[in-house]
């Protein structure tokens, strides 16, 4: 299988997901968005598709939920190089570096407004209140990120949360209006697999930057790979479980890799797979078959994940 198979049973409702998300800013007096900036898996709009239009046929309804929390994703993205101080966003200059702090706020709080604006048409109060309740869960899970002591990051249950809150939690929403969309009655099972799909999504890109020397690498941060090898780092690098920096950073990668890290992080994450597909072999065709073909592809593409390039050409 490959990308274009994976998409394909719901290519129509993604390009017109694309199609709003690109005329966003094409404004009078508005600012020039890089193209790479709106670019995206588009994941969380998949995985909305999936669960609404599997029995049921495509609706305008169903694509203003699918941007809403893309919309959502991308603004949430936008805040946070703000507050990282990140200079590049998929090969391309981050709003603030291009127009400044302020300005990428006040275009982050615009993104997210557009989200709500396009919750808000389906006039459904359910769905306004699971994409209100899941933005206030990302949030807090900034502020936890924010405030909480990076030696305490080392922690499995720390860094759990944190996915949980910040990624997970918009995943599962995704799912669960999906459901509520297309009337289906087992919402909690589409939910629970958004929220573990999302956890396990969290954690394969983290890989994915940690193998090839990303920006989590540069900015120090604390992954997978350095919660479950804790002691050895604690023994060989003791500084980097208490301050950032980047050369050290890299020297720690390279050390964890040459001690299996990343096979290490997948024995971890196995169960996750077996989860997905138990949840799935409990959910109804068509969607069985999307979900089923969904996850064996990321469980065969692991650290490839998804080309977004690719993904905005379908």
Same mark, same amino acid.
């Given at each position: 299988?490959?990308?274009?198979?994976?998409?394909?049973?719901?290519?129509?409702?993604?390009? &017109?997901?694309? *199609?709003? =998300?690109?005329?966003?800013? #094409? !404004?009078? $007096? /508005?600012?020039?968005?890089?193209?790479?900036?709106?670019?995206?898996?588009?994941?969380?709009?998949?995985?909305?598709?999936?669960?609404?239009?599997?029995?049921?046929?495509?609706?305008?309804?169903?694509?203003?939920?699918?941007?809403?929390?893309?919309?959502?994703?991308?603004?949430?993205?936008?805040?946070?190089?703000?507050?990282?101080?990140?200079?590049?966003?998929?090969?391309?200059?981050?709003?603030?570096?291009?127009?400044?702090?302020?300005?990428?706020?006040?275009?982050?709080?615009?993104?997210?407004? &557009?989200?709500? *604006?396009? =919750?808000?048409?389906?006039? #459904? !109060?359910? $769905? /306004?209140?699971?994409?209100?309740?899941?933005?206030?869960?990302?949030?807090?899970?900034?502020?936890?990120?924010?405030?909480?002591?990076?030696?305490?990051?080392?922690?499995?249950?720390?860094?759990?949360?944190?996915?949980?809150?910040?990624?997970?939690?918009?995943?599962?929403?995704?799912?669960?209006?999906?459901?509520?969309?297309?009337?289906?009655?087992?919402?909690?099972?589409?939910?629970?697999?958004?929220?573990?799909?999302?956890?396990?999504?969290?954690?394969?890109?983290?890989?994915?930057?940690?193998?090839?020397?990303? *920006?989590? =690498?540069?900015?120090?941060?604390?992954?997978?790979?350095?919660?479950?090898?804790?002691?050895?780092?604690?023994?060989?690098?003791?500084?980097?479980?208490?301050?950032?920096?980047?050369?050290?950073?890299?020297?720690?990668?390279?050390?964890?890799?040459?001690?299996?890290?990343?096979?290490?992080?997948?024995?971890?994450?196995?169960?996750?797979?077996?989860?997905?597909?138990?949840?799935?072999?409990?959910?109804?065709?068509?969607?069985?078959?999307?979900?089923?073909?969904?996850?064996?592809?990321?469980?065969?593409?692991?650290?490839?994940?998804?080309?977004?390039?690719?993904?905005?050409?379908?």
């Amino acid at each position: 299988m490959n990308i274009k198979t994976l998409y394909s049973p719901v290519i129509d409702g993604i390009r &017109k997901v694309n *199609e709003k =998300i690109n005329s966003i800013f #094409k !404004k009078d $007096l /508005f600012p020039e968005i890089p193209h790479n900036i709106l670019q995206g898996k588009r994941l969380r709009p998949l995985l909305v598709l999936y669960t609404s239009f599997a029995f049921d046929e495509l609706t305008e309804e169903k694509v203003n939920v699918a941007c809403a929390v893309e919309l959502v994703h991308f603004a949430s993205l936008i805040h946070d190089d703000v507050v990282d101080g990140a200079n590049l966003r998929r090969n391309a200059e981050t709003l603030n570096t291009s127009y400044g702090n302020h300005t990428a706020v006040l275009l982050g709080d615009y993104v997210f407004a &557009k989200a709500m *604006e396009h =919750i808000a048409k389906t006039g #459904k !109060k359910e $769905l /306004f209140e699971i994409l209100s309740k899941t933005s206030v869960e990302m949030c807090e899970g900034e502020i936890i990120d924010e405030f909480l002591d990076r030696e305490k990051r080392f922690e499995i249950e720390n860094y759990s949360i944190l996915i949980k809150k910040k990624t997970a939690s918009l995943f599962s929403a995704s799912c669960e209006m999906g459901a509520i969309i297309s009337e289906y009655e087992n919402i909690e099972i589409l939910k629970e697999f958004g929220g573990k799909f999302g956890l396990l999504f969290q954690i394969l890109d983290d890989l994915h930057d940690f193998y090839t020397c990303g *920006e989590d =690498i540069r900015e120090s941060k604390v992954t997978l790979p350095h919660v479950l090898f804790k002691e050895k780092i604690k023994d060989v690098f003791p500084d980097f479980l208490y301050k950032k920096n980047y050369e050290l950073s890299k020297r720690v990668r390279d050390y964890l890799l040459e001690n299996g890290a990343i096979e290490k992080s997948y024995e971890f994450i196995s169960s996750y797979f077996k989860d997905l597909k138990d949840l799935v072999s409990r959910v109804d065709k068509p969607l069985k078959d999307y979900l089923y073909s969904f996850i064996e592809y990321i469980e065969k593409n692991k650290i490839e994940l998804f080309n977004e390039k690719k993904v905005q050409t379908l």
